[in-house]
Structure formats: structure tokens, C-alpha cells
T-cell receptor
Framework: IAGITQAPTSQILAAGRRMTLRCTQDMRHNAMYWYRQDLGLGLRLIHYSNTAGTTGKGEVPDGYSVSRANTDDFPLTLASAVPSQTSVYFC?????????????FGPGTRLLVL | GDSVTQMEGPVTLSEEAFLTINCTYTATGYPSLFWYVQYPGEGLQLLLKATKADDKGSNKGFEATYRKETTSFHLEKGSVQVSDSAVYFCALFNTNAGKSTFGDGTTLTVKP
């Protein structure tokens, strides 16, 4: 069982370019999340999805979009990257049943926008 | 809204020292509480959790007790090892709101 996989592992991107970060889970979890982690700012929620076909905005959604066409995949798209989006991005998933709220995180994507 | 406040780091200890990382929270209702650990270059992983008041979560020698009266969930370990060097995140899950809130993380470095 792989858990959660993210791709790419790291990327250098020119400002203004479009980029999709991929996230796939094989645990059949209902809920999925995208966070960014920046030094001194902890984890900040970008977008989430409680179930396939639905998405919601987190704390810092501007400049990002997501889709949830099926249970397993939850891609994050930067339509036109800016340097302030340089960060480490983590995808996570959880089972939405009560007392099963543990989040399982992917290994992260390190993005540098120049 | 919900919030989690944890002890600012970095924390540096010698091997076999006692560890405490403080965590307090504010939330409506009765949240579940978590400690996650992030090793260098990796994603977060669950260390321990507690789902109701007075529950004690424990794993790998770490412990934390859900204290509703003080709204706290302090992380402790009696004797740390170099391999415990990592960033530790306190978090809560608000069942009513259906969302998680994370603290800012505390970096622990254990020296031999």
C-alpha cells in the first residue's frame, strides 16, 4: 500500500507558468487536503474536498484551484505562478468517519517559482 | 474560530533528557487532539492522538493527555534520543465543523 503519492518531488518554475501538482491516494479516504508549509508560518490549508465531486476553500486559496473527479485523485493547479507561491506543498487525506480523523500526508512537492 | 498554540522552538536537548512541548487549544465542542511528527524531508505523520477528555495517547515513548479543564495536550517523553530530532505539530479536529487546525510546529534537536 503506497498511501499518498505526490508528483513531482520538486520543481523549478518560471513566474507566469501554469503548473499542476498531482496527488493520489489508495486508501479510499473521502476527504483530501492541500497545504503549503512555509518557514515560520506552519501549515496553511489551501483547498479541501470532503468527498468526490465537492471542493472547498481553505485559509489561503487565492491563486490555486483544485478538482476532485474521483476518490483517489486531488490535483492542485497554479494557473499563473508567482514567486510568493514558492513553498513546500503537502497533500493529505483522511477517513471522514467519526474517530477516524487522522490525516495521512504525502511526502511533499518542493516548488520554487522564479 | 479554532486555534492551536504550541510552545515556540527551537528546542535543543541532550540525549536522555526529559522533553515537554506545550500545546493549548481553543475550540467549540469536543475536538479530537493529535500530535504529528515531521522528520527532515518528509511529510507529517501521526505520532499519537486522543479523542476525549482524560484520554492518554502514547506511541514510541511519547505521551500526551487530553486535559479539558486546561484545554491542553502537552507532549512528553522521558528520555529523548537523537532520532527524535524532528518538527512536532499539535493539532485538533473539530467534529462539529469537520475541519482540522494545526499549530505552527516546534523544532526539536537532540544532541548526542
Amino acid at each position: 500500500i503506497a498511501g499518498i503519492t505526490q508528483a513531482p518531488t520538486s520543481q523549478i518554475l518560471a513566474a507566469g507558468r501554469r503548473m499542476t501538482l498531482r496527488c493520489t491516494q489508495d486508501m479510499r479516504h473521502n476527504a483530501m487536503y492541500w497545504y503549503r508549509q512555509d518557514l515560520g508560518l506552519g501549515l496553511r490549508l489551501i483547498h479541501y474536498s470532503n468527498t468526490a465531486g465537492t471542493t472547498g476553500k481553505g485559509e489561503v486559496p487565492d491563486g490555486y484551484s483544485v478538482s476532485r473527479a474521483n476518490t483517489d485523485d486531488f490535483p492542485l493547479t497554479l494557473a499563473s505562478a508567482v514567486p510568493s507561491q514558492t513553498s513546500v506543498y503537502f497533500c493529505a487525506s483522511s477517513d471522514s468517519r467519526p474517530s477516524q480523523e487522522t490525516q495521512y500526508f504525502g511526502p511533499g512537492t518542493r516548488l520554487l517559482v522564479l | 474560530g479554532d486555534s492551536v498554540t504550541q510552545m515556540e522552538g527551537p528546542v535543543t536537548l541532550s540525549e536522555e533528557a526529559f522533553l515537554t512541548i506545550n500545546c493549548t487549544y481553543t475550540a467549540t465542542g469536543y475536538p479530537s487532539l493529535f500530535w504529528y511528527v515531521q522528520y527532515p524531508g518528509e511529510g507529517l505523520q501521526l505520532l499519537l492522538k486522543a479523542t476525549k477528555a482524560d484520554d492518554k495517547g502514547s506511541n514510541k515513548g511519547f505521551e500526551a493527555t487530553y486535559r479539558k479543564e486546561t484545554t491542553s495536550f502537552h507532549l512528553e517523553k522521558g528520555s529523548v534520543q537523537v532520532s527524535d530530532s524532528a518538527v512536532y505539530f499539535c493539532a485538533l479536529f473539530n467534529t462539529n465543523a469537520g475541519k482540522s487546525t494545526f499549530g505552527d510546529g516546534t523544532t526539536l534537536t537532540v544532541k548526542p
